[in-house]
Antibody, heavy 120, light 108 residues
Framework: QVQLVESGGGLVKPGGSLRLSCAASGFTFSDYYMSWIRQAPGKGLEWVSY????????YYADSVKGRFTISRDNAKNSLYLQMNSLRAEDTAVYYC?????????????WGQGTLVTVSS | SSELTQDPAVSVALGQTVRITCQGDSLRSYYASWYQQKPGQAPVLVIY???NRPSGIPDRFSGSSSGNTASLTITGAQAEDEADYYCNSRDSSGNHPLFGGGTKLTVL
């Protein structure tokens, strides 16, 4: 069965950095686009970034462009999000999600999320 | 505009039918997908494409679209359907996914 397991969240000071990881299993990772989506406490879902199956196409939300970097290692079945220059407003649960783009456009599997707290 | 608008809250009596809507210009070009999120849990895909349900989603969930509005209908709402529901599509550029603000469904 498809599993996505995020890790790397925690407490970081404003201006600091953090690297999130997402370990994928149960499907051919290299065949799928992947995405990071976040949810601030008590708020709605916000798409953060996605990366194509080969890694050649990458997009970011304006709110994180220039500060966050998405990457993947298909040999390790892993997705990453390097977060730099963190701000209080980046505090959120960060979800890794598989994005289906060939049979439509939707996020069909989600991890359980990892909490990032940016606070001094 | 690059927004998807949802009503913040909707309520339905147990066993009745409820429609949750999502409005946005991009919905004229792209289908919406719908996600159910219960407290403390990750979102779950319930509807995608024209009107498709992933395996395991009850057939009381259905989707439709007209013009700039997508709808999620629950026919015969159950207590376990009480949750937040989010629509998702693309922004006007077509490159960025976009989520609606979410609708909190209460089953009375």
């Amino acid at each position: 069965q498809v599993q996505l397991v995020e890790s790397g969240g925690g407490l970081v000071k404003p201006g600091g950095s953090l690297r999130l990881s997402c370990a994928a299993s149960g499907f051919t990772f290299s065949d799928y686009y992947m995405s990071w989506i976040r949810q601030a406490p008590g708020k709605g879902l916000e798409w953060v970034s996605y990366i194509s199956s080969s890694g050649s196409t990458i997009y970011y939300a304006d709110s994180v462009k220039g500060r966050f970097t998405i990457s993947r290692d298909n040999a390790k079945n892993s997705l990453y999000l390097q977060m730099n220059s963190l701000r209080a407003e980046d505090t959120a649960v960060y979800y890794c999600a598989r994005r289906e783009v060939t049979m439509g456009d939707y996020f069909d599997y989600w991890g359980q999320g990892t909490l990032v707290t940016v606070s001094s | 505009s690059s927004e998807l608008t949802q009503d913040p809250a909707v309520s339905v009596a147990l066993g009745q039918t409820v429609r949750i809507t999502c409005q946005g210009d991009s919905l004229r070009s792209y289908y919406a997908s719908w996600y159910q999120q219960k407290p403390g849990q990750a979102p779950v895909l319930v509807i995608y494409g024209k009107n498709n349900r992933p395996s395991g989603i009850p057939d009381r969930f259905s989707g439709s679209s007209s013009g700039n509005t997508a709808s999620l209908t629950i026919t015969g709402a159950q207590a376990e359907d009480e949750a937040d529901y989010y629509c998702n599509s693309r922004d006007s550029s077509g490159n960025h996914p976009l989520f609606g603000g979410g609708t909190k469904l209460t089953v009375l």
